[in-house]
């Protein structure tokens, strides 16, 4: 049977193709896009039916290629939603999490009701942008009119069979479900005015969402093409796809955001993960996804903008090995680099309120970022192993982050662990491996994981030494 993975991230979109041949996954990418959120009027947003248009694309190419029979599942970036009416039409636009609007409603929602409450119910990471914040931004009228409240994949889904769910990996970074319940948190949904009965019902992985609607068959004529639920939070869908070598695991997404994080079966709710802000989102079959949030390739996506000279991703990384290491050290955490007017100029402003080197070319913009990404990830494993007290012996670094191969070196050097790179589309054979399980060609994650292993090229990575206490001194130092 042939699996199509739609996976659509914050800068890039891909519908890729997936087949069990004998013991290997064999894929294919069928159609690749970009995303990206535009602004208007003060407004940053997802040009959602552009998305939309773009799976249609894909999934015409699927029939060109002779495909008549094929499940479908949809997985993007988490937290946004698009608001319906009860004619099932889009009262809005889909706002992006890159948004002002909610800088500052944490501060007013928790004036009302503490973090320690909210953390306590949900387990979820303070994110200023999570959707109870934006809802709570939502103007009441807007609330009022609105059906159903739709995540951005569930969204998709919808538009394409006529049915609507509410996936839960997706479901959980709103920080609006009691975890201890796994339903809604009913004090939260009252805080923002938002009633229960305005969301879909929930859906695991692995269930028929439905048959592709009559009205998309013209382009595409698929004529037997299901729509299957997958982990449709991508990063839930990274985590599926991460090989697991080994028993102390812990992965990195490595996309527009590193997600570093390890599976557990219960979620990790104490002051300590609290106060360094870990998330217990959550995975497939029940498990968690205790990570924490980084700053990650958002940082040299918008450097790439800034710069007058187009330099394409493996060209930063050549230009950055050319530059002398660990020369700046920058907290790239902090909210200042959430989405600034310009990241050269905000990087080169943070050097020079801490009189440090000013990085003016490209190679020292990229090594700037990924000297200190290697330092971040150190500093969030050591964490990880604190506040968990599990040991985490080795990292896998997946999704296309993986393709750095300097960072994954860097990586390794400081954090002495050992980094295995790859697979780059491991949130789509993620997402894939959830439809094989679901068509009963794969037990389970264990199976898949291993199907993983035979089929794709994972790189390792062994530390060399490195004064690793010394550059997280000089980072505490400046960030
Ligand atoms: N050849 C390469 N060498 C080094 N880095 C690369 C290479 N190709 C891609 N990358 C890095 O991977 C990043 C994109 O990763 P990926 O495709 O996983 O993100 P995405 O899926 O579009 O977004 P999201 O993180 O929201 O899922 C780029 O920003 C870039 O930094
Ligand atoms: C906004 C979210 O934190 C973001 O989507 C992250 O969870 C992610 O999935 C990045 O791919
Ligand atoms: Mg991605």
Same mark, same amino acid.
């Not at 944490?106 to 809802?135: C, D, H, M, R, V």
């Not at 800034?306 to 530059?323: M, T």
């Not at 604190?386 to 296309?400: A, F, N, R, Y």
């Given at each position: 049977m042939l699996h199509i993975a739609v996976d659509i991230g914050a800068s890039s979109g891909r519908l890729v193709a997936g087949e069990r041949k004998e013991n290997k996954l064999e894929i294919k990418e069928i159609h690749r896009f970009a995303n990206g959120f535009m602004e208007r009027e003060g407004t940053s947003y997802w040009d959602i039916d552009h998305l939309l248009m773009e799976i249609v694309k894909g999934l015409a190419t699927v029939k060109k290629l002779g495909y008549e029979t094929c499940t479908v599942g949809i997985d993007t970036w988490a937290v946004d939603?698009?608001?319906?009416?009860?004619?099932? =039409?889009?009262? /809005?636009?889909?706002?992006?999490?890159?948004?002002?609007?909610?800088?500052?409603?944490?501060?007013?929602?928790?004036?009302?009701?503490?973090?320690?409450?909210?953390?306590?119910?949900?387990?979820?990471?303070?994110?200023?942008? %999570?959707?109870?914040?934006?809802?709570?931004?939502?103007?009441?009228?807007?609330i009022r009119k609105t059906d159903k409240i739709l995540m951005v994949p569930d969204y998709l889904g919808f538009r394409l069979t006529g049915n609507a769910v509410l996936e839960v990996t997706n479901a959980s970074t709103m920080q609006l479900l009691n975890v201890k319940k796994r339903d809604f948190d009913d004090d939260l949904l009252e805080l923002i005015s938002v009633k229960k009965e305005q969301f879909p019902y929930f859906s695991e992985p692995g269930q028929e969402l439905g048959r592709l609607k009559k009205e998309w068959f013209p382009s595409y004529d698929l004529p037997d093409c299901k729509i299957v639920t997958v982990a449709s939070h991508d990063t839930a869908s990274a985590v599926a796809g991460t090989p697991g070598i080994g028993e102390g695991w812990a992965y990195l997404s490595s996309g527009t955001w590193s997600l570093l994080g390890i599976e557990t079966s219960e979620p990790v709710i104490t002051d300590l993960s609290l106060e360094n802000n870990y998330t217990n989102e959550w995975g497939t079959f029940q498990s968690f996804r205790f990570l924490k949030n980084i700053i990650?390739?958002?940082?040299?996506? !918008?450097?790439?903008?800034?710069?007058?000279?187009?330099? %394409?991703?493996?060209?930063?990384?050549?230009?950055?090995?050319?530059?002398?290491?660990?020369?700046?050290?920058? @907290?790239?955490?902090?909210?200042?680099?959430?989405?600034?007017?310009?990241?050269?100029?905000?990087?080169?402003?943070?050097?020079?309120?801490? @009189?440090?080197?000013?990085?003016e070319t490209a190679g020292e913009l990229a090594g700037c970022i990924y000297d =200190?990404?290697?330092?971040?990830?150190?500093?969030?494993?050591?964490?990880?192993?604190?506040?968990?007290? /599990? *040991?985490?012996?080795?990292?896998?670094?997946?999704?296309?982050?993986?393709? @750095?191969?300097?960072? @994954? /070196?860097?990586?390794?050097?400081? *954090?002495?662990?050992?980094?295995?790179?790859?697979?780059?589309?491991?949130?789509?054979?993620? %997402?894939?491996?959830?439809?094989?399980?679901?068509?009963? !060609?794969?037990?389970?994650?264990? !199976?898949?994981?291993?199907?993983?292993r035979k089929s794709f090229d994972i790189k390792e990575f062994i530390p060399a030494a490195v004064q690793t206490e010394t550059l997280i001194n000089r980072f505490n130092q400046y960030g």
């Open positions: 939603y698009v608001l319906i009416d009860e004619k099932g =039409n889009r009262l /809005q636009e889909a706002v992006s999490y890159r948004d002002k609007r909610t800088e500052k409603t944490i501060e007013k929602l928790t004036k009302k009701i503490s973090k320690g409450f909210i953390y306590e119910k949900t387990g979820i990471q303070f994110l200023p942008f %999570n959707t109870i914040y934006q809802l709570f931004e939502e103007a009441p009228e807007l990650g390739m958002w940082i040299i996506q !918008e450097v790439r903008k800034s710069l007058p000279q187009d330099y %394409n991703y493996s060209q930063f990384v050549e230009e950055a090995k050319k530059v002398e290491r660990f020369q700046r050290f920058i @907290n790239f955490n902090d909210d200042r680099f959430i989405n600034p007017i310009d990241m050269a100029v905000e990087i080169q402003a943070y050097c020079r309120e801490t @009189n440090q080197p000013i990085p =200190n990404l290697a330092i971040i990830y150190t500093m969030v494993i050591k964490e990880l192993e604190e506040i968990t007290g /599990q *040991s985490i012996d080795c990292l896998h670094i997946v999704g296309g982050g993986a393709q @750095n191969e300097l960072l @994954n /070196q860097l990586t390794a050097d400081v *954090s002495g662990k050992t980094v295995y790179a790859g697979p780059s589309e491991a949130t789509a054979i993620g %997402n894939l491996l959830l439809q094989m399980i679901a068509a009963g !060609e794969l037990a389970d994650l264990h !199976e898949g994981r291993q199907l993983i």
